[in-house]
């Protein structure tokens, strides 16, 4: 039991993790990974399609970033080549003591792969985006890079409009 409440109390620890990029680029207090994971959640809870099992998506979208709080929230600046590799790695340790672990190892690898994983990699941009408009509201600060790099990952489609119109 007490693995078990140390897994899930190391599982919060991503609610303090700030998001690598938004620090990178100089926002005081940028969102944590879980702030960002919960944004994705919301995507996809208002977005999903109907021919989708919002279920299955919005439990990908919770689980994404999950690894993030052992290898920390890895950026292409980073350069780290390995990176899915670590995060697997990672998370199926992380999770093997929980109940339901290859549920969530399942979930997790799902990611950008069935059509709910790819919807939620695209909720992943286009929060990438909303977050940016958000910030630059507030900042003054150009951000079009975060915006330019979600439209670079997104399918056409409404999410795209939306990230489009996120930049502006």
Known sequence: MSELRERLIECLAL???PRAGWARAGIPGPESVAAHSWGVAWLVLVLCPEELDRGKALAIAVVHDLAEVRV?????QDA???KARL???ALSELVGPLPGAARLEALFADYGVSPEGR???ACDKLDMALQAAAYQRAT???LSEFVDSALAGLPTGLLTELARQ???
């Open 80 to 82: 780290v080549p390995d």
């Open 119 to 121: 919807f939620v990699k």
């Open 87 to 89: 995060e697997t790695a």
């Open 140 to 142: 003054g600060q150009d």
């Open 72 to 76: 920390g929230d890895l950026t292409p």
């Open 15 to 17: 609610k303090a993790l």
């Open 166 to 168: 996120a930049g502006r």
